[in-house]
């Protein structure tokens, strides 16, 4: 007997069909004597058609407010899984953040996990009850509901898991697994077997969308084995995410290729080449709460020097606007200039540490389709470049077909 968490994804309990689809499942766990609790999202399109609504009454909603009217979604579907369950003669219940509860900081609409209180839980499943917990959301010390973040509910999944010491921690999505890269832009991407804990980490904070970053650095914190699984499915054993990378490098040197379209880049020209310049450029950014990625910064010539970083594109207007009326006169740059159509494109692979060649590998095959490489950027286990966006899916294709990626695991 397990201690199993299961956490469904919004498509996955999509419809009342899906719902009953999943209640089947959970069934056949339950039948293997498991300890079963589920999390879940609200129905797809809910948590989008809620907001909007908040839109229409206050064009930027009361961010309290907004968490109460976000947070119903999921309480929507915990008691229809519940019901679903109870129909298939099996004991359930259902419990929203607040009554588990969940407790976090006060940042609403982004609120982080600060414990949860699993003792309910704990006497429930002694008795036999399958235990259906909303995600997405919690309270705070005030007892104001609160919400985790978009994609939050797999941060409640791995973190209950956490709290539970739980066997395994499966997240159901409409994917099967995590892939080598997005399959809509490379058919021949491969579902990975396995990725290593820091690669899937790596794969969340480039760009690839099946796990919600922060769940990823719970599981990372916690140890919570962590698997992908798809609902549609019957059979599959997903990607489970691993702790060891040891048996991991014998096999492949890079596991995928992670990309993000949303990518603006921006350099200040001509700044004089003296202590503090990195401050008094990038300072009011971060102030004005702008997120700053790659940064990149040239060695000085003659007394000055370009300075060049990357911010997401929807901040791209605000942040030009900014170092231009603020900065550039204040530090005495020539200029500053941008382009917010660029996208980044990543290789990711524990294997990276023990084996040389991989950047210029990546750098050949660009060069030889007249990629122009912008800015590079690299850490122990990955190497990204930024380039002009209509290349972005010709890159993604030829480093997947370079480093081989399309082949089974050894
Ligand atoms: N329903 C929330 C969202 O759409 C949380 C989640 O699904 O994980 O972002
Ligand atoms: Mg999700």
């Known amino acids: 007997m397990a201690l199993i968490v299961q956490k469904y994804g919004g498509t996955s309990v999509g419809s009342p069909e899906r719902i009953k689809n999943v209640a089947q499942r959970i069934a056949k766990y ?3 004597g498991h300890q079963i609790v589920v999390v879940v999202s609200a129905m797809s399109g809910e948590t989008n058609r809620l907001i909007a609504l908040a839109k229409e ?3 930027n909603p009361d961010p309290r407010e907004l968490d109460v009217v976000i947070s119903t979604g999921e309480q929507v579907t915990i008691g229809l899984l519940a019901m679903a369950l109870k ?8 419990y929203t953040g607040s009554q588990v509860k969940i407790l976090t900081n006060s940042a609403f609409t982004k609120a982080r996990i600060v414990s949860i209180d699993e003792e309910n839980m704990r006497n429930d499943l002694d008795n036999g009850d399958i235990l259906i917990v909303a995600g997405f959301q919690g309270m705070d010390e005030a007892g104001n509901i609160t919400t985790l973040g978009r994609g939050g509910s797999d941060t409640t ?3 209950i898991a956490a709290a539970l010491n739980a066997d395994e921690c499966q997240i159901y999505t409409d994917v099967d697994g995590v892939y080598t890269t997005d399959p809509r832009v ?4 491969r579902r990975l077997k396995t990725i290593t804990f820091e690669e899937m980490l790596e794969m969340a904070s480039l760009g690839s969308k099946v796990l919600q970053i922060r769940s990823v650095e719970f599981a990372g914190k916690y140890k919570v084995k962590l698997r992908v699984l798809s609902s549609f499915e019957e059979e599959g054993e997903g990607t489970l995410i691993t702790f060891e990378d040891n ?4 096999q492949a040197i890079i596991s995928g290729i992670a990309f993000n379209r949303d990518e603006a880049k921006i350099t200040v020209l001509g700044v004089p080449d003296k202590p503090g310049i990195a401050y008094q450029v990038l300072g009011p950014v971060a102030d004005a709460n702008i997120d700053v990625d790659m940064i990149i910064q040239n060695v000085g010539v003659d007394g000055t020097t370009d300075f060049s970083f990357t911010v997401h594109r929807n901040e ?6 900014l170092l231009k009326n603020q900065v550039q006169q204040h530090i005495g740059a020539r200029a500053v200039v941008g382009d ?5 494109v990543s290789v990711v692979g524990v294997g990276m540490r023990s084996h040389v060649g991989i950047a210029s590998k990546m750098f050949r095959t660009l060069a030889e389709e007249g990629i122009n490489i912008q800015m590079i950027s690299t850490s122990e286990i990955k190497i990204s470049v930024v380039i002009d966006e209509k290349y972005l899916e010709l890159a993604v294709r030829v480093l997947h077909k370079a480093f081989d990626l399309e082949q089974e695991d050894a």
């Open 30 to 32: 339950k039948a293997q």
């Open 57 to 59: 009454i206050q064009s």
């Open 87 to 94: 129909d298939l003669g099996l004991p359930a219940k259902s």
């Open 157 to 159: 999944g791995v973190a």
């Open 186 to 189: 490379v058919p021949e991407a």
């Open 247 to 250: 048996d991991k490098m014998e």
């Open 316 to 321: 791209f207007a605000k942040a030009m606007d």
């Open 340 to 344: 917010d159509k660029t996208a980044k």
